[in-house]
């Protein structure tokens, strides 16, 4: 499976940007397809994820104002984050996993390359 994201850029505190990934090679082996960010001197953490039936999870801090979304004819996950903040700063990946479990565990399933959001003014 291949995972390739785009849509990462500079936006102001206030602003929205959309997050795209598309998927390619063995998509029926993957149920669960998501983000996860990782800002500067922090973890890596999940911010949000999708099942193949529609089950969606976010983190705290992102809960209300990012929507996570999928297009499984393309093979394709979104996020559209809206009233970003600075602290919403960071690489976001791609991610894609056989279950929520794989998700969560971060040790199997598949990652795209990073994509930078920076909330700055």
């Known amino acids: 499976v291949q995972l390739q994201a785009s849509g990462g850029g500079l936006v102001q505190p206030g602003g929205s940007l959309r997050l795209s990934c598309a998927g390619s090679?063995?998509?029926?082996?993957?149920?669960?397809m998501g983000w996860y960010r990782q800002a500067p001197g922090k973890r890596r953490a999940l911010v949000a994820g999708i099942s193949s039936g529609g089950t969606t999870k976010y983190a705290d801090s992102v809960n209300g104002r990012f929507t996570i979304s999928r297009d499984d004819a393309k093979n394709t996950v979104y996020l559209q984050m809206n009233s970003l903040k600075p602290e919403d700063t960071a690489v976001y990946y791609c991610r894609a996993a056989p279950s929520w479990t794989a998700m969560f565990s971060e040790n199997y399933g598949y990652w795209g390359q990073g994509t930078l959001v920076t909330v700055s003014s």
């Open positions: 090679g063995s998509i029926s082996s993957i149920n669960v």
